[in-house]
């Protein structure tokens, strides 16, 4: 789907898929590629949000310390600074701003209590323009409504082994 299609698809539904809140509630886009930042920069900014992006976890820590957001999505695997331990640095920092992490593969570690930091939802590439919208929608509105945001396991993923991988998941 090209960018045009996207953005058209996008405008359609911006009422229905951002929670009500005033002012328009801020994004941070964390991710390497330059295509799919701006790809899920501009859908997210049509639909309404303020977006900012980084293009590492160095970035990202420089734009946190800077500005307050309502929602992270970060890409895990980055150079430099991975997804993980960009989460894990803002968690031992005491941010808890909500995140949502996208993964291009899924782990290969054993099934381990809590081997994540507290992550909100996952993303699972490729992810199609409505995963992100309602992954995003979820979470900001979990969020502000001061419920205790818990994992999401990705729409777009239908595997035995990714189910008892989030089954032993405590957070």
Same mark, same amino acid.
């Given at each position: 789907?090209?960018?045009? /299609?996207? &953005? #058209?698809?996008? @405008?359609?539904?911006?009422?229905?898929?951002?929670?009500?809140?005033?002012? !328009?509630?801020?994004? +941070?886009?964390?991710?390497?590629?330059?295509?799919?930042?701006?790809?899920?920069?501009?859908?997210?900014?049509?639909?309404?949000?303020?977006?900012?992006?980084?293009?590492?976890?160095?970035?990202?820590?420089?734009?946190?310390?800077?500005?307050?957001?309502?929602?992270?999505?970060?890409?895990?695997?980055?150079?430099?600074?991975?997804?993980?331990?960009?989460? /894990?640095? &803002? #968690?031992?920092? @005491?941010?808890?701003?909500?995140?949502?992490?996208?993964?291009?593969?899924? !782990?290969?570690?054993? +099934?381990?209590?809590?081997?994540?930091?507290?992550?909100?939802?996952?993303?699972?590439?490729?992810?199609?323009?409505?995963?992100?919208?309602?992954?995003?929608?979820?979470?900001?509105?979990?969020?502000?409504?001061?419920?205790?945001?818990?994992?999401?396991?990705?729409?777009?993923?239908?595997?035995?082994?990714?189910?008892?991988?989030?089954?032993?998941?405590?957070?």
């Amino acid at each position: 789907m090209d960018a045009y /299609n996207v &953005l #058209r698809c996008g @405008g359609a539904v911006r009422a229905a898929l951002q929670c009500q809140t005033h002012p !328009p509630q801020r994004i +941070l886009v964390v991710e390497d590629e330059p295509d799919i930042r701006q790809l899920d920069t501009e859908v997210l900014r049509e639909s309404g949000y303020q977006v900012d992006t980084a293009e590492n976890g160095l970035r990202a820590l420089d734009s946190l310390n800077a500005d307050h957001y309502d929602l992270l999505i970060i890409e895990e695997e980055m150079s430099t600074v991975t997804g993980l331990e960009l989460v /894990n640095e &803002l #968690r031992s920092e @005491g941010l808890l701003v909500p995140v949502i992490l996208v993964l291009g593969t899924m !782990p290969t570690e054993g +099934l381990s209590p809590n081997p994540w930091p507290q992550v909100q939802a996952i993303l699972l590439k490729p992810y199609t323009v409505a995963e992100l919208f309602r992954t995003v929608r979820e979470v900001l509105c979990a969020a502000s409504g001061g419920a205790h945001v818990r994992y999401a396991p990705p729409a777009n993923w239908q595997s035995p082994v990714f189910s008892s991988w989030l089954m032993g998941l405590t957070i």
